[in-house]
């Protein structure tokens, strides 16, 4: 069965600062997405970054990027330039549609970043 | 366009009551997905409906029960409800069924005293 482990149930970062959240998954899929979803205090869930599996090419986004570690199952997300509004809890997700359907989140990493 | 709806945003039931959740996806989006979001859990899949048919569903017991409309608008029942159903629900729209592409509403919380 697959999974999704994200291991810093909280974090803080200053203002300007950089930080890196973590996440690691696991499957026997050869074909999935990787997401990671930003859920501010109180607002709706919106989508940061996707990941094609077969894509070797690390995705970036502005101030987000990720680390795709595909052997080792790992999606890390990177914040560049941390600002205020980055404040949020971020969910990594996990996605396939080959067989069977399957959309899997991590209990979520909450952020807050300090000014 | 206007973005995923639901409502109520809030909402306090009674152990053994039963509520009825309602979303309202993106026009044009047909395929309407629910989740349970509870703290240290995560969010878990509840199910999906797609014209109007359940096309997925996730491992929560008989209780959770939906359906969707021919407008794809959808609803969540949950019966006979227990402390542990507390939770902010949320559903996510999609152009179809399977769809990678999600996009989520403010969810309903849901307070079970």
């Known amino acids: 069965a697959q999974t999704v482990t994200q291991s810093q149930p909280e974090m803080s970062v200053q203002e300007a600062e950089t930080v890196t959240l973590s996440c690691t998954y696991d499957?026997?899929?050869?074909?999935?997405?990787l997401f990671w979803y930003k859920q501010p205090p109180s607002r709706q869930m919106i989508l940061v970054i996707r990941?094609?599996?077969?894509?070797?090419q690390n995705a970036t986004e502005n101030r987000f990027s990720v680390n795709f570690q595909k052997a080792a199952k790992s999606f890390s997300l990177k914040i560049s330039d941390s600002q205020l509004g980055d404040t949020a809890m971020y969910f990594c997700a996990f996605f396939t549609n080959s067989g069977t359907y399957k959309y899997i989140f991590g209990t979520g990493t909450r952020l807050k970043v300090l000014a | 366009k206007a973005g995923v709806t639901q409502t109520p945003r809030y909402l306090i039931k009674t152990r053994g009551q039963q509520v009825t959740l309602s979303c309202s996806p993106i026009?044009?989006?047909?395929?309407v997905s629910w989740y349970q979001q509870t703290p240290g859990q995560g969010l878990q899949f509840l199910f999906e409906y797609f014209s109007e048919t359940q096309r997925n569903k996730g491992n929560f017991p008989g209780r959770f029960s939906g359906r969707q409309f021919s407008n794809s608008r959808s609803e969540m029942n949950v019966s006979t409800l227990e402390l542990g159903d507390s939770a902010l629900y949320l559903c996510?729209?999609?152009?179809?069924?399977?769809?990678?592409?999600?996009?989520f509403g403010p969810g309903t919380r849901l307070t079970v005293t």
């Open positions: 990941q094609e599996a077969y894509k070797q």
């Open positions: 026009s044009g989006h047909r395929s």
């Open positions: 996510a729209s999609s152009l179809a069924s399977g769809a990678r592409e999600q996009y």
């Open positions: 499957t026997s899929e050869n074909n999935y997405y």
